[in-house]
């Protein structure tokens, strides 16, 4: 589906348009000039999309914080960022009514089941955004108390930094709500084919020279 925007024109062109509609309305429009008229105004769509789109645009987060990031989050609702812009202002002070956890600060082993419960207890379909190192990688508290989110709960996004700035908490947002679009920018797992945390490195091409027969890894000797 493609949307072009084009310009409105001059008053002419508005007025012209006015009385398209009302001779629609008034049945006056048929055959061709009526099909020309719909194709123009009329956008078809499946259902699974308009949902996505619906659900994108209109997230509950969890009135939820854990740390230090708490404070970056809260800013994203005021003026100068206005995450209402993408309907995300609503912060919901009940799980069952929200349907985004910000995971806001760092997770501690006595913590995880407590947000675990929270999650569990959230609408669905539901999301979570893990907010600054110390949930996505334990950060600068990497001991044995901290534990990242991604080891007992789903993650969708993760956004990096200690304590990462609004700006960055809304980029993580709208890439949230893209991948809720059905429309997901590729990561880099998927630019580079890596799978879990390992590289994933091409195979060796056969050697043409005919120096190392048996290749790399190869203990065959050749008797003399």
Request: hydrophobic share 40%.
């Amino acid at each position: 589906m493609e949307v072009i925007r084009e310009s409105v024109g001059g008053p002419e062109s508005l007025r012209a348009r006015q009385l398209k509609a009302r001779d629609m309305l008034r049945g006056d429009l048929d055959g061709q000039e009526l099909e020309r008229y719909v194709e123009e105004r009329v956008m078809t769509t499946t259902l699974e999309r308009a949902f996505d789109w619906a659900r994108g645009n209109s997230m509950f987060p969890m009135t939820f914080g854990l740390a230090c990031c708490a404070i970056e989050m809260m800013s994203v609702v005021g003026a100068r960022l206005d995450i209402a812009r993408f309907g995300f202002e609503a912060f919901r002070a009940s799980p069952r009514q929200a349907d985004l956890l910000i995971l806001s600060g760092r997770v501690s082993i006595k913590m995880a089941p407590v947000v675990r419960r929270i999650y569990d207890q959230m609408l669905e379909p539901k999301y979570t955004i893990a907010m600054g190192a110390c949930c996505s990688s334990m950060g600068v508290f990497n001991n044995y108390a901290i534990v990242p989110a991604d080891k007992f709960m789903p993650v969708d996004i993760h956004v990096p930094g200690c304590p990462p700035r609004p700006e960055a908490l809304m980029h993580g947002i709208i890439k949230l709500r893209s991948m809720v679009h059905d429309d997901p920018s590729l990561g880099w797992r998927s630019r580079y084919g890596a799978h879990g945390t390992e590289e994933v490195v091409p195979p060796a091409e056969p050697d043409a020279t005919g120096e190392n027969v048996f290749g790399s890894g190869g203990t065959e000797s050749s008797g003399a």
